[in-house]
C-alpha cells in the first residue's frame, strides 16, 4: 500500500501533472489531495495513476491523459482533436465581455472554450461558433452539453466560409455580429516549437499557418468587415512577435482604434480593432 503523498513525491513528473492526474484517478479536487496526503490509495488506483504518470513521462500532455482542462472557471472536455485551452487566451474571453455584445462570432472554435465562456458570462447574448473540423465540433458539442450553454449555436465553416448568405443571390446580406473573436492556428509551419513539448500532441491544423504563421490571420482580417456591425470588433489571438504585423494588417483592412493587448506574461498576444461606424 501507498500514500498520496508518496504516489505524488515517486511520480517522477512535473508536480503540476501529478496533481491533475492524481485528482483525475480519486476524483477528488487539490484540497483533498492536501488534506488526506497520508491517507492509502488502494492498490487499482495507485497502479493506473503510475500507467497515466507514465503516459505524461512519454511526452503526452496531461490534459489529453485527463481529457480535461479548466479554463476561465469551467472545465472543457477534450481530445486530441482540438487545442489544449490556455490560460492567456482567457484574456480574449475578458476582452470580448468587455464590450457587451449581443452578437458574437468566434472562428475556429476547437473545444468551443472562448465560446461557451462567453455563452455562459453573458446568457442574453447569442454566440455563433464554428469550425471546419467536424471532430472538433463534436467536443464542442459535447461541451455545450456538459456546461448547458443555452445561447450558442455550433456550425461547420472554414473561417467566413460557413456564414450563410441570407439575402440569397448577388447582393451579400450576412449576419452583422459585434463582436468576432478567433485564437487561430498562428505559429509558423516550419517553427521548431511544433516538434517539441506538448505541440507534438496537439493537432497542426489548430497551430501552424503558413511560412509566417500569419496565413489564417490574414483570411480573417479580411474578410471580416462584412460580417461585423458598425462599429463592431474584431478580436483575435497571435504569437509573441506577431503584434506590430497584426495591427499593420487591421489597418490596411480598414479598421479603428487598431490596438494590441498584453497578457499576464507581458506579452501582446491580441490584436483587434472596430469596424468603421456608418
Ligand atoms: N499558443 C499556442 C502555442 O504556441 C498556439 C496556439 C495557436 O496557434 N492558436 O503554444
Redesign the pocket.
Known amino acids: 500500500m501507498t500514500t498520496i503523498a508518496e504516489l505524488m513525491r515517486s511520480s517522477g513528473i512535473d508536480a503540476m501533472d501529478a496533481r491533475v492526474l492524481l485528482r483525475a484517478t480519486l476524483a477528488v479536487n487539490d484540497a483533498h489531495l492536501i488534506a488526506h496526503a497520508d491517507d492509502e490509495v488502494p492498490a487499482q488506483h495507485a497502479a493506473q495513476f503510475r500507467a497515466a504518470a507514465a503516459r505524461r513521462a512519454a511526452g503526452e500532455p496531461a490534459a489529453y491523459i485527463v481529457g480535461e482542462r479548466e479554463f476561465y472557471r469551467h472545465v472543457f472536455k477534450l481530445t486530441p482533436a482540438v ?1 489544449i485551452p ?1 490560460p ?2 482567457e484574456l480574449l474571453v475578458e476582452l470580448a465581455l468587455e464590450r457587451q455584445p449581443q452578437r458574437v462570432l468566434d472562428l475556429g472554435t476547437g473545444s468551443g472554450c472562448i465560446a461557451i465562456s462567453i455563452a455562459l458570462a453573458r446568457p442574453a447574448a447569442h454566440v455563433t461558433a464554428l469550425d471546419r473540423s467536424v471532430p472538433a465540433l463534436a467536443v464542442a458539442q459535447e461541451n455545450v452539453a456538459r456546461l448547458n450553454a443555452r445561447n450558442i449555436a455550433l456550425q461547420i465553416g472554414n473561417w467566413f466560409d460557413g456564414l450563410g448568405n441570407e439575402g440569397g443571390g448577388h447582393y451579400q446580406r450576412y449576419e452583422r455580429y459585434d463582436v468576432i473573436v478567433s ?5 509558423a509551419a516550419g517553427d521548431a ?1 511544433l516538434a517539441q513539448g ?2 507534438r500532441f496537439e493537432p497542426a491544423c ?4 503558413g511560412a509566417d ?1 500569419l496565413a489564417d490571420i490574414r483570411v480573417i482580417v479580411a474578410g471580416a468587415r462584412p460580417h461585423l456591425a458598425p462599429g463592431g470588433w474584431l478580436l483575435f ?1 497571435h ?1 509573441y512577435d506577431q503584434a506590430l504585423c497584426c495591427r499593420g494588417l487591421l489597418s490596411q483592412a480598414g479598421f479603428c482604434d487598431v490596438q494590441s493587448w498584453r497578457d499576464l506574461a507581458g506579452i501582446e498576444r491580441v490584436s483587434g480593432g472596430r469596424a468603421p461606424s456608418l
Open positions: 487545442l490556455r492567456e487566451t485564437n487561430p492556428p498562428y505559429v516549437h506538448d505541440l489548430a497551430l501552424a499557418a504563421g489571438e504569437g
